[in-house]
C-alpha cells in the first residue's frame, strides 16, 4: 500500500493562515474517518493534534483544525506562529487493517 | 501522567536482531495497545504493527510479518520490540506509541537504532 500524499513543504507569514493537504484513496482516507494528524518539532517525537479527521485532544489550540473530502484530508493552522514551524504528519487506517502514513510536510514559518 | 520511556540507541551489524524496550507508566498497561512506529533519517513516519498488553495478541503489517516480534512483561509494564535480519534500510528511529481508538496518543522519546558493517 502506497503511503498518503501530503507537500513537502508550506511557507507564510506569521499571522496568516496555511493549510497541508493529505491525500489517498478509497481504501483508506475515503472509506474512514480515521484521519489523524501529527507535530513534530526537530529530534522530537511526533504528538497528536487532530485525531477522528477533526478532534482535537485537550490542551492542543483552536488555531489546528482538521477536515476530509473524498480521498483528501487537510489540516488547517490558523493565526500562524513561530513556535508552529515543525514537521506535520497525516495517517490513516486502511482496508488491509494497516496504517499508512505521509511523508510529512515542513511548514517554515517566515 | 502518561509515560513511555524507551531503551538507548543500538548499533547493529547486518543479519544481526535489534530489541527495543518501551517502559510505561501513569495509566494502565493492559488497557491501551502499543504501536510500534518507525521514522528514517529526513523520512517519513512507518507502522511497524500493535500489541495488546492485555492478550498479547499482535498484528503487523505483511512488509514486516516473519521479522517482527512485539512482547510484553505486564509484572513490569514494559513492552518489546524485536526486528531480525538487519540490513542498512532498518537503519532509523523506532517510537512506542500508546494507541486509543485510532488516535497514537502519547510516544515515547525514540531509540535509534543504526544498522552499519
Known amino acids: 500500500q502506497s503511503a498518503l500524499t501530503q507537500p513537502a513543504s508550506v511557507s507564510e507569514s506569521p499571522g496568516q493562515s496555511i493549510t497541508i493537504s493529505c491525500t489517498g484513496t478509497?481504501?483508506?482516507?475515503?472509506?474512514?474517518?480515521?484521519v489523524s494528524w501529527y507535530q513534530q518539532h526537530p529530534g522530537k517525537a511526533p504528538k497528536l493534534l487532530i485525531y477522528g479527521v477533526s478532534s482535537r485532544p485537550s490542551g492542543v489550540s483552536h488555531r489546528f483544525s482538521g477536515s476530509k473530502s473524498g480521498n483528501t484530508a487537510s489540516l488547517t493552522i490558523s493565526g500562524l506562529q513561530a513556535e508552529d514551524e515543525a514537521d506535520y504528519h497525516c495517517t490513516s487506517y486502511t482496508t488491509s487493517s494497516t496504517y499508512i502514513f505521509g511523508p510529512g510536510t515542513k511548514v517554515t514559518v517566515l | 501522567q502518561v509515560q513511555l520511556v524507551q531503551s538507548g540507541a543500538e548499533v547493529k551489524k547486518p543479519g544481526a536482531s535489534v530489541k527495543v524496550s518501551c517502559k510505561a507508566s501513569?495509566?494502565?498497561?493492559?488497557?491501551?495497545?502499543i504501536n510500534w512506529v518507525r521514522q528514517a533519517t529526513g523520512q517519513g513516519l512507518e507502522w511497524l504493527g500493535w500489541m495488546s498488553p492485555n492478550s498479547g495478541n499482535t498484528d503487523y503489517p505483511q512488509k514486516f510479518q516473519g521479522r517482527i516480534t512485539m512482547t510484553r512483561d505486564i509484572s513490569i509494564t514494559t513492552a518489546y520490540m524485536e526486528l531480525s535480519s538487519l540490513t542498512s534500510e532498518d537503519t532509523a528511529v523506532y517510537y512506542c506509541?500508546?494507541?486509543?481508538?485510532?488516535?497514537?496518543?502519547?510516544w515515547g522519546q525514540g531509540t535509534l537504532v543504526i544498522v552499519s558493517a
Open positions: 506509541v500508546s494507541k486509543s481508538g485510532s488516535r497514537f496518543d502519547y
Open positions: 501513569g495509566y494502565s498497561f493492559t488497557s491501551t495497545d
Open positions: 478509497s481504501s483508506d482516507i475515503g472509506t474512514y474517518n480515521y
